[in-house]
Every structure is written in structure tokens, then in C-alpha cells.
T-cell receptor
Framework: DSGVTQTPKHLITATGQRVTLRCSPR?????VYWYQQSLDQGLQFLIQYYNGEERAKGNILERFSAQQFPDLHSELNLSSLELGDSALYFCASSPGLAITSDTQYFGPGTRLTVL | AQKVTQAQTEISVVEKEDVTLDCVYE???????LFWYKQPPSGELVFLIR??????QNEISGRYSWNFQKSTSSFNFTITASQVVDSAVYFC??????????????????FGKGTKLTVNP
């Protein structure tokens, strides 16, 4: 158990809908990272927050957004969902800002299925 | 841009065999970190090791060992005397400095496509 929690574990929805994925980092970790794992693209970095502020953006679509709240939990919002958004979404956390000094520990993931 | 190649898509071995998972990377950074993660059938990504670019010493942890060779840009992972519980997808990853950000750059992980290891009894 990494200490990172994600809810829900599974999510099934329809095209055009909007969903919110939630992540609670390990106790004391200030950084939260979101990754998407799909069959065709593999594991891709989406976005990072550090202590409530957006820190880095990767291949995140404009239909997707995220935020980190004062209690450090984070939410990833996916809107206008398309079939291709079906994937496993991981959240990871680390104590500080740079992965070269910290290790990212991953949550169990949320499996999103868009029908 | 950084790139990680895991040429072996799938490997199947019989229990107690040794197996090596290959990882080749490309980077322009002089300082970087390499990682291995394990993804068992349950789906969670489990951290195995982090190695910085200045430390080429091989590392051993129980039945796991890692061979980092800067000259060939490789960071291979060997499991000795494999067990059924080792069956999983293994990912190699490389740190990449991201540009910009609100207060300057940050870092992210660039993953290889993964190698699915099946250990048969």
C-alpha cells in the first residue's frame, strides 16, 4: 500500500459527460501528479500540482482540468468525454517538488470507461 | 525529448529461471534519474528503484538487480530465480525537466511501454 488513495476505483459513463476523479496524497506529500495509462499511448504525464499551485503540464487536453485543495487532495475533471478517454488514471504523490530528490508513489488508479 | 525504449513487449519464463528486462533511454540532460516500476495484475504501480545518472554502481535487492551502463544508455533489470508472484508489467522510466511552469520548471516521468513478464509454475 503506497498510502495514496484514489476514488472511485471504477467509473463508467457516456460520451459527452463530465466526471471528477479524486486523489488523496500520502501524508506529508505536497506534490500530486496525474498520469493517464491507455493501450495506445502508454503511461503519460498529465499535470502536477505542488502545495496548491499548478507546477507542470504534460499532454493534458483542454477538456481536462485539475486542482489541488488546501488539504492537499486533488481532483482531475474530465469533460465532454470521448471514447478515447477510456483509460486508467493514476495519481502519484511525492514530498517535494522534484522527482530527482523524491520518489513518486502511485495510487491504485481509477479505471474510466466511456461508452 | 526524452525517450525510453523497452524492446521486449512480453516475456514468458518458467519459475526459477533468471530473466532480464531491457531498458534503453535517450536524454540530453547531464543529470537525470532512472526508475523501475512494477504493475501487478491488481493495477497499482509499485516503485522498485531510483538511480541517478552519476551512480553507475550496480544495485542488488534480494532477487532483484539492476545494471546501469551510461555508455550504452541502458538500465536493465534482472530477476534471479523468478517466482510466479513476479508476474507483472514492468516499466522503466526517466526523469525529464519540464519547461515553464508557474515558477519555473519542474520534473515529470517519461515511461517506456512496459514489458509484460509471465512466470509459469
Amino acid at each position: 500500500d503506497s498510502g495514496v488513495t484514489q476514488t472511485p476505483k471504477h467509473l463508467i459513463t457516456a460520451t459527452g459527460q463530465r466526471v471528477t476523479l479524486r486523489c488523496s496524497p500520502r501524508s506529508g506529500d505536497l506534490s500530486v501528479y496525474w498520469y493517464q495509462q491507455s493501450l495506445d499511448q502508454g503511461l503519460q504525464f498529465l499535470i502536477q500540482y505542488y502545495n496548491g499551485e499548478e507546477r507542470a503540464k504534460g499532454n493534458i487536453l483542454e477538456r481536462f482540468s485539475a486542482q489541488q485543495f488546501p488539504d492537499l487532495h486533488s481532483e482531475l475533471n474530465l469533460s465532454s468525454l470521448e471514447l478515447g478517454d477510456s483509460a486508467l488514471y493514476f495519481c502519484a504523490s511525492s514530498p517535494g517538488l522534484a522527482i530527482t530528490s523524491d520518489t513518486q508513489y502511485f495510487g491504485p488508479g481509477t479505471r474510466l470507461t466511456v461508452l | 525529448a526524452q525517450k525510453v525504449t523497452q524492446a521486449q513487449t512480453e516475456i514468458s519464463v518458467v519459475e526459477k529461471e533468471d530473466v532480464t528486462l531491457d531498458c534503453v533511454y535517450e536524454t540530453r540532460d547531464t543529470t537525470y534519474y532512472l526508475f523501475w516500476y512494477k504493475q501487478p495484475p491488481s493495477g497499482e504501480l509499485v516503485f522498485l528503484i531510483r538511480r541517478n545518472s552519476f551512480d553507475e554502481q550496480n544495485e542488488i535487492s534480494g532477487r532483484y538487480s539492476w545494471n546501469f551502463q551510461k555508455s550504452t544508455s541502458s538500465f536493465n533489470f534482472t530477476i534471479t530465480a523468478s517466482q510466479v508472484v513476479d508476474s507483472a508489467v514492468y516499466f522503466c522510466a526517466l526523469s525529464e525537466i519540464t519547461e515553464g511552469g508557474i515558477k519555473g520548471g519542474s520534473e515529470k516521468l517519461v515511461f517506456g511501454k512496459g514489458t509484460k513478464l509471465t512466470v509459469n509454475p
